[in-house]
């Protein structure tokens, strides 16, 4: 099931990034007491009663503004709003109702999604609740009232939020068929990739950078089997974005990735690895999906003996988070080595499927021991007595020790290479959780 995408938004200085990180439960966003701080979008998972869904923080929008930050901070707030599933309008109480709040009600009223009216900073409800009932002169519903530095209110907002998913998107989970995310930057060739594979024009193709405005679902068959490919190309481009649009595809991506079983980042074999595309990857990395990496455009290269491997070389560097992902040198516009990623699809949901028995999986780690005896600290040695795999998708093991102090990261990845030595696991990560039994 894809999560709901939830946008904050509002004019700058109304306390959207407080409440961003009040849901988060972390410090993400810069806040700071200066219009203007918080720039870009930027994202987190939140979980409420039985609902987990992605939100969204919003530079503030300032409709009459012609100073270059906040215009572009204007356009990413439209592309949060384009790609929001429920949107909170923030406002502020002790500002009061200002002219610059009916413009924004204007643009939310016209973007035809549900708008949760939120008025912020009211720290006494007995105060500040007469100054609260202004704001239905908006005219987009009842206001709410809250506090997200105090964090009160909180609840009763994310129960109106809630009310808005759509739950008929739990069918997804009915859906057995393997879904793989197309993603990577706008422009790399994502829906040629999946247009080539159908054999026909389905997805709009353009040489403007995120020309798709939505995610697509797109069903190929091959060899009686059925895969769903999810094309994010990112957004329909708006004359104003210009290089910025590469941040835009991030909240698709996130969307997309929830639904998948693995992602094929799409690289473009000309640029070559870049900051964004390490972005891109880690939000699949760290959701656990199985990774392929696709460099496309492969014809376009030209190459000697030693370009395949200087091109290995650099994306396993700029990529070292995910040494496991499989990688694949394709051309969406000959088709070259199109047919092959399948075998690798299906090789990595296997690889991603895949369980060990318990006693074999004890083998390893007691072979690995002995070659390598755990670190000691203050005297005191680590030891491990035992290892069991617990789920698949990814593949995740427990492993019982004396003290989970001493178990070292890089520990963990000695035992993670001896099993993957053993088994293989390629294109998908292993999670490890550590947990202590005390000696008897």
């Known amino acids: 099931m894809s999560r709901p995408v939830v946008a904050i938004v509002g004019r700058p200085n109304v306390g959207k990034s407080t409440l961003f990180n009040a849901l988060a439960g972390d410090k993400i966003s810069i806040v700071q007491d200066t219009p203007g701080v918080t720039r870009d979008r930027i994202y987190a998972d939140v979980s409420w009663l039985n609902y987990n869904f992605t939100i969204v923080d919003t530079g503030g929008i300032e409709p009459f503004s012609n100073d270059i930050i906040l215009k572009s901070m204007r356009e990413q707030a439209e592309i949060a709003i384009e790609t929001a599933d429920v949107i909170i309008f923030l406002t502020d109480v002790r500002q009061g109702l200002v002219d610059a709040d009916g413009k924004v009600a204007d643009m939310l009223r016209r973007s035809q999604k549900p708008v949760v009216l939120v008025v912020n900073k009211v720290d006494s409800f007995d105060k500040f609740m007469p100054d609260v009932y202004e704001f239905y002169n908006l005219g987009i519903g009842d206001p709410?009232?809250?506090?997200?530095?105090?964090?009160?209110?909180?609840?009763?907002?994310?129960?109106?939020?809630?009310?808005?998913?759509?739950?008929?998107?739990?069918?997804?989970?009915?859906?057995?068929?393997?879904?793989?995310?197309?993603?990577?930057?706008?422009?790399?060739?994502?829906?040629?990739?999946?247009?080539?594979?159908?054999?026909?024009?389905?997805?709009?193709?353009?040489?403007?950078?995120?020309?798709?405005?939505?995610?697509?679902?797109?069903?190929?068959?091959?060899?009686?089997?059925?895969?769903?490919?999810?094309?994010?190309?990112?957004?329909?481009?708006k004359n104003k974005i210009k290089e910025e649009i590469e941040r835009y595809s991030i909240i698709r991506t996130v969307s997309a990735v929830e639904r998948c079983n693995v992602a094929v980042l799409v690289i473009d074999a000309v640029e070559g690895v870049t900051e964004q595309d390490a972005k891109i990857a880690g939000i699949a990395h760290d959701r656990g999906k199985g990774m392929i990496i696709a460099v496309n455009k492969w014809d376009a290269i030209e190459k000697d003996d030693k370009t395949i491997y200087k091109f290995t070389n650099d994306i396993r560097e700029k990529l070292a988070y995910m040494p496991y992902a499989e990688l694949i040198f394709i051309s969406a516009e000959t088709g070259q080595r199109l047919p092959k990623l399948f075998e690798v699809i299906d090789s990595v949901i296997e690889n991603h499927s895949l369980r060990i028995a318990t006693g074999v999986v004890n083998e390893i780690m007691a072979e690995a021991v002995a070659l390598n005896p755990?670190?000691?600290?203050?005297?005191?040695?680590?030891?491990?007595?035992?290892?069991?795999?617990?789920?698949?998708?990814?593949?995740?093991?427990?492993?019982?020790?004396?003290?989970?102090?001493?178990?070292?990261?890089?520990?963990?990845?000695?035992?993670?290479n001896k099993i993957r030595e053993a088994f293989g696991f390629r294109g998908t990560p292993l999670k490890f959780i550590i947990r202590e039994r005390k000696e008897k």
């Open 144 to 237: 709410i009232p809250i506090s997200a530095a105090s964090q009160l209110g909180i609840g009763d907002m994310l129960d109106v939020v809630a009310s808005y998913f759509d739950t008929s998107a739990l069918d997804d989970l009915e859906d057995e068929r393997p879904r793989i995310a197309i993603i990577g930057k706008p422009n790399v060739g994502k829906s040629s990739i999946i247009n080539k594979l159908l054999g026909e024009e389905r997805v709009i193709v353009s040489d403007i950078a995120g020309t798709t405005r939505d995610a697509i679902d797109t069903t190929v068959k091959r060899n009686k089997t059925e895969y769903v490919f999810i094309d994010t190309a990112g957004l329909r481009r």
């Open 374 to 416: 755990p670190p000691t600290d203050k005297g005191k040695r680590l030891r491990l007595y035992y290892i069991t795999q617990v789920a698949v998708k990814p593949p995740t093991f427990v492993i019982f020790v004396n003290d989970k102090e001493l178990m070292h990261f890089s520990y963990t990845r000695y035992i993670e």
